[in-house]
């Protein structure tokens, strides 16, 4: 088969669903099949420089963030025609494989309904929290949006109405013949809010033959020294980097503190721990290298609340044999064991007293992990977990809903 993925960012910039990308791409090319991956230009010291074997089709774009890390294309007639002569130079088509919520989702779209190419729609995005963690003008935004789908995906999801997150996945759903998301709790809610009647579950996945190296390279037992826990991410409002770095200042803890990635709160994040011991960024690593660090950790911390559709960084950990400190409840129900998982707060508050309240819950589950490590008592990770992680399993299950889709055309 040749799948072309499209994707908001290019693949080479950091992000989970990069990283999924990535793999995705690698394992299908294992099993023999051919993958183009469309995506914006990205405009940072990162950009690719055709070094992916002309997988790559980079769109003309402008960047979107100070930092250059991120950038958008335009959706509409002349990105069609750039993309189309591109794609000329490539195999004839079987199959889209749409991993993006806005841009990336309008084109990809556009290019499947234009040519007669079945969809199939990766949803990584939880839409409605992601932005109202970003901006309190949310619901204007959102609306924004509907009416950019629309106008963007005209005559394949127009007749979806609403003006909320769930009506603009309604909307880029609109054109599939396939839907996954990759947690079990992602596609209960895309199917309550009726973005799609069935929706596969397909977890994101982790590298098999690198798991296996970073296991093999990494201490059979625990170095001595006082507990070690690791962050990573994107260090945005959603990802609750600086509400965690409170926490662990007000928690207290005799521990070190490794933080991996980087971001626009960093400056602010390094405010806070300023003349702490023991507390160290990273900044940006490999995927090798991070997934190294995690494994060196004693625990990994996951702090954001309602916006991950999976969270691939406690999974990773739990591949790897590192338990994790989870904020998230649904996250810590779709492990199932192996962790710490923080208190949830009273859904009735609201505003600097819920955030007061989650602040403490994480602070004393933090001096609860720090003690079980130091006493040797800290949770073990589920081993099924880190069996049905496996990105070989993963694209297995996805290429059944390949075949699927190709059979009921």
């Not at 070190?256 to 390094?270: C, H, K, P, T």
């Not at 960024?281 to 950790?297: K, S, W």
């Not at 609860?368 to 490590?373: E, L, M, N, T």
Request: one cysteine or more.
């Amino acid at each position: 088969m040749h799948i072309v993925f499209f994707g908001d960012q290019h693949l080479d910039s950091l992000g989970g669903a990069q990283v999924s990308m990535r793999l995705q791409r690698e394992f299908l090319e294992r099993a023999g099949h051919t993958v183009t991956v469309v995506a914006p230009k990205m405009h940072g010291s990162r950009t690719s420089s055709g070094s992916h074997g002309g997988a790559y089709i980079d769109l003309p774009s402008m960047p979107i963030t100070v930092d250059r890390e991120y950038s958008m294309s335009w959706p509409g007639r002349a990105t069609d025609r750039f993309l189309d002569r591109a794609m000329t130079r490539r195999p004839p088509v079987d199959l889209v494989h749409v991993q993006a919520d806005f841009w990336g989702a309008f084109i990809g779209h556009r290019y499947a309904e234009r040519h007669g190419i079945p969809v199939v729609h990766t949803m990584h995005n939880r839409v409605d929290v992601g932005i109202a963690a970003v901006t309190p003008l949310h619901r204007p935004v959102l609306a924004a949006l509907n009416a950019w789908r629309r106008v963007a995906m005209r005559g394949i999801g127009t007749r979806v109405a609403g003006a909320d997150g769930w009506a603009f996945l309604r909307g880029i759903a609109a054109g599939a013949s396939a839907v996954t998301a990759p947690s079990t709790h992602f596609a209960r809610r895309l199917e309550q809010h009726q973005v799609f009647p069935r929706v596969d579950v397909i977890w994101n996945g982790i590298d098999d033959d690198l798991r296996a190296q970073t296991v093999a390279d990494g201490p059979a037992e625990r170095a001595p020294g006082r507990p070690r826990f690791v962050w990573l991410g994107r260090m945005s409002p959603e990802k609750r980097l600086l509400p965690f770095l409170e926490a662990f200042v007000a928690a207290d803890v005799d521990a070190d503190l490794e933080i991996i990635g980087g971001g626009a709160q960093r400056a602010v994040a390094e405010k806070i721990v300023r003349g702490r011991d023991g507390v160290r960024f990273a900044g940006r690593l490999t995927y090798p290298q991070t997934l190294a660090r995690i494994h060196a950790a004693d625990a990994l911390v996951q702090t954001s609340i309602g916006f991950e559709t999976q969270g691939m960084t406690p999974f990773e950990a739990a591949t790897l044999g590192t338990p994790s400190v989870i904020c998230d409840p649904d996250i810590a129900a779709e492990l199932g064991g192996g962790l710490w998982a923080v208190p949830d707060v009273d859904p009735v508050l609201s505003g600097r007293q819920l955030e007061t309240r989650r602040a403490a819950a994480l602070a004393e589950t933090l001096r609860q992990a720090a003690s079980d490590i130091a006493a040797g008592t800290a949770p073990t990770p589920l081993p099924e977990v880190a069996d049905a992680f496996r990105q070989s399993s993963r694209t297995a299950a996805m290429v059944e809903v390949y075949a699927r889709v190709l059979a009921a055309r």
